[in-house]
């Protein structure tokens, strides 16, 4: 919460940390919000709620391995060791416990993929550029 707030994409003053380093205001607000999570279901209904998205994430990181050595002309700027092998099995094997997981839990892994994607119109919100009344037209 404290990177985001830093970057606008959360209040700024949750950035705010104290004298000694420790990100208090970010940490408050963890804090309120894991007892919600705990209060609305159990440890394999949360679990599950989180590690469809964070696994589809995963796989998409790895993912952009292809195109950042696409992207090269020279000698690759870092060495992923069988490439393109290991990561397309990795992928393989990730998005297959993904499956896994929203198979035996679909409720929870459908709600929270819709949670992250309700993300992106929300990061839209914050993130676009402000025109106002104020705007003067010349």
């Not at 420790?22 to 609305?40: H, Q």
Request: aromatic letters at 8%; proline letters at 9%.
């Amino acid at each position: 919460y404290e990177a985001m707030g830093r970057d606008g994409l959360f209040p700024p003053a949750v950035a705010v940390r104290r004298t000694s380093g420790a990100p208090v205001r970010a940490t408050v607000v963890l804090a309120t919000l894991s007892p919600l999570f705990v209060l609305l279901g159990t440890f394999d209904q949360i679990v599950s709620f989180f590690i469809a998205p964070t696994l589809v994430f995963l796989a998409l990181a790895v993912a952009s391995v292809f195109p950042a050595r696409r992207r090269t002309t020279t000698a690759a700027p870092f060495q992923a060791p069988g490439h393109p092998v290991t990561p397309i099995v990795f992928m393989a094997l990730v998005l297959g416990i993904t499956l896994m997981v929203a198979v035996n839990r679909p409720t929870q892994a459908l709600a929270g993929m819709a949670l992250v994607l309700l993300g992106l119109p929300a990061y839209r919100m914050v993130t676009r550029p402000r025109t106002g009344a104020t705007d003067v037209v010349s």
